[in-house]
């Protein structure tokens, strides 16, 4: 099992920087068709825009994984005891992941009404869906990520408590 994470979190760092580099030559191409031959291209802007929803989204997981979101840890400054600001950050976790699974299932809703209408995109003529779907796939990813922290937090809070010991010093 830890070899498929470790083959899918590859997956997704060079996904997500191919994906940056490809934006890039896109943008820079278009600057360059509208600056020097005052030509402009009409997709660009619009794909531009599609990757970029996509690469916020997915990049949501990979921040998960290196633990890069943005958090209020103020709390933590007021409370002394290490089991309760565990015991918090389980919370966090479990809130986190029932916003998380309230975005997929809103997220897929939204793609199928986006199916069920045939949305297409102003200038490519795409399906709409291909940008929405981007909301329950991400969110369902971040699912997975969260639910080895919480087993993991959780484990080691109940062995500490089984333990007795002093958990000042194990961080």
Not at 8 to 30: M, R
Not at 57 to 70: D, F, M, P, Q, V
């Amino acid at each position: 099992m830890n070899k498929i994470i470790k083959i899918y979190d590859k997956f997704e760092e060079y996904l997500l920087v191919g994906s940056l580099v490809f934006n890039v030559i896109i943008v820079f191409a278009q600057v360059i068709m509208r600056s020097v031959f005052n030509y402009s291209l009409s997709w660009t802007e619009e794909f531009s825009r599609y990757i970029f929803i996509w690469q916020t989204w997915l990049g949501t997981s990979t921040a998960l994984k290196y633990n890069e979101h943005i958090k209020v840890e103020l709390i933590y400054t007021y409370i002394k005891n290490e089991k309760v600001k565990k015991a918090i950050k389980i919370i966090a976790y479990l809130i986190w992941f029932a916003f998380s699974l309230f975005l997929a299932y809103n997220g897929l809703k939204l793609s199928q009404s986006m199916i069920s209408r045939n949305a297409l995109s102003s200038g490519m003529r795409i399906p709409l869906a291909f940008v929405y779907v981007s909301l329950p796939i991400s969110s369902l990813l971040i699912c997975l990520r969260l639910i080895p922290k919480i087993i993991s937090d959780f484990r080691n809070m109940n062995n500490e408590v089984a333990e007795g010991g002093n958990t000042e010093w194990k961080q």
